[in-house]
Structures are given as C-alpha cells and as structure tokens.
C-alpha cells in the first residue's frame, strides 16, 4: 500500500509503497478515507536528528478517520464496516488521567513507550492504519470523511482549551484568538457558538482576517508591532479575558500576555517553534492571569466536538489532496500557504 512517512530528520517526506498491516489480538485495522496534514507534523519533520526517538521510516498522520476493514482476535465491541474517526492521544487507559478519559495526559505513556499515531508510530497517511484499541474510535455515521478528520485535532485541541475558559467568557468579555488557520478559524466558531463573549481575531495578511471576520471574528487585528496597542483600543483598561495563541511564537505570546487582562486566561496551544515562553511573574502580567499549555483532548470531548458538526456549527475550511499528491500538501503546510486544513483522501 501507498504511505506518506518521514525518512529522515530534516527533510520533507517521502511516498513510499509498504506491507499492508495486520491487526494483532485486540487490535483495529481501519481502511482511512481521510487523513489530515498538521503543523505538529511540520515541527516534527523539521526538527534536527535525535530531538525526537521515533522509528524512522513513520508513516505521518495523526488524525485519521475511515472505515473498520479488520478485527483483531478477541475484539467484539466493534464492527466491520463502521465510518469512524481515530482518537489520537492513546494512553495506558488505567492510570489517574486515563481513567477519566484524558489519555492525552496519561502518566504513565513514556514509560510504556506509547505514542499517538504518527507521532511515534505509523499514523493514518496511507491506504490503511492499525488502531490499537477499539476503544480509539469514534462512530462518525455519515460525516463527510473529509471536513471531519481535522476535527480528531484541529477541532478537538481548541474545544479542549476554550472549555476551560467558559465560566469566564460571559457577557461583556472578550476573547482574543490568535493565529485563524487550521486550529484558530474552528476556535472562532467555536467561541461563537458556546459563549457571548466579543472575538477578536489577529493574523497576520489582510486575506486572512477577512476569512477569520467570514467564520465569525467580530473584530480583526494585524498581529504585527502595534497589536497589543490596537487590541486594547478595542477592549479598553479591561482587556481580554481569554488569549487563545495558535501559533506559539515569542511574539504572539508576547502579544497574548499584552492584551490579556486582570484574572484572564492566556492558553498557549501553538508549538511555534518550542523555545518560546511566557513571562510570568508578579509585575510581570495583570493580577490572576492564569497561563495554560494544554494538549489535544479527551475522548469525550471529540464526541461532543463531532456533535457540534452534526449540529452543523463547525464548517471547517479544507484543502483536499490524493494520497499521491501527500507531499505536496506537506510542501503548502511548510510555506503556510493554506486556508484551513490539508486533507488526504486516499
């Protein structure tokens, strides 16, 4: 079968013919119908060689959705021919985290040498994927393959990070989302849809502040020198009270920690380039701002995330690629010339 995987640190993947796999007891072979290309893959592709101990070749891909082709001996909580979409963060399912559904914080995942797929082991850009667990998977019905799978990511990261700020995001507030790509222009109709709160989106072209104020930005800001000035125009003395930064970098959290106000939420949920942080400290941020750096989500929420697209909510923005054409999806991430999210449909 046809996989898109990484080779070598440093260098852009390859499109490579490999053995179909085989599902081992207890385990799921999933047939993928769409397979989503990430920044988190781009970070990981252009790290230098040992920052990361994975096997190499590793097919790409952490976000897959597609169709059961196989079941493994002893599993029977699923069924052949089910459409579902592939929960990514896999933990050890009986620690404190995982026991509550959160196997994206799984204590125990590095001593077991467990990795989400494509982020470790071979992931969902190919023909197929083995998923190791039923318990991975998530019914999607009749969704459309394509618009769904940014949502195991893309959708569920940002539901993840806005929840914890919700109680906060009342009438009269605002939210700021830093960064309207793959991850930032599903927060904006997130933040739409759950709260009441005023959005406020930066970016840094006019195309795509036009496209964030489209997906329901009340307000679009330049992320460039004079943002945090140009935000707190907007917001007044109170400033923001959640900072969403999807892009990590020293100065959209510069900008996140200069617009945010007293007892506001920062969330850092952009990799950026994973040397940037934040300046915390008593004269340093407005009174109980809270800083946060969440990762992915839980189970249950990428079931309430695929509600909201059942709802019709979420219209996620994709650009559609063949299996054949993988890498150059890769290529268009790498030189962020995309609107929304690259989907593969083998």
Partial sequence: MKAVQMVKAGAEPELRDVPKPTPGPGQVLVKVTAAGACHSDDFVLNAPEGAFPYPLPMTLGHEGVGVIAEL??????????TAVAIYGPWGCGVCHFCSQGLENYCSRAADLQITPPGLGHDGAMAEYVVVDDPRHLVPIGDLDPATTVPLTD???????????????????????????????????QMLRHLTPARVIALDVTQEKLDFAKQVGAHEAVLSDADAVENVRKITGKDGATAVFDFVGYQPTINTAMGVVGTMGDVTIVG??????AASVGFWSQPYEVSVRTPYWGARAELIEVLDLARDGVLDVAVERFSLDDGVAAYRKLAANDLRGRAVVVP
Wanted: aromatic share 2%.
């Fill in 72 to 81: 493994g001996q002893g599993v029977s909580t699923v069924s052949e021919g």
């Fill in 154 to 188: 893309a959708g569920l990261t940002p539901y993840h990070a806005i929840k914890a700020s919700l109680s906060k995001l009342l009438g009269g507030t605002t939210a700021v989302v830093i960064g309207s790509g793959g991850l930032g222009h599903v927060a904006i």
């Fill in 271 to 276: 990799l950026g380039d994973g040397k940037a």
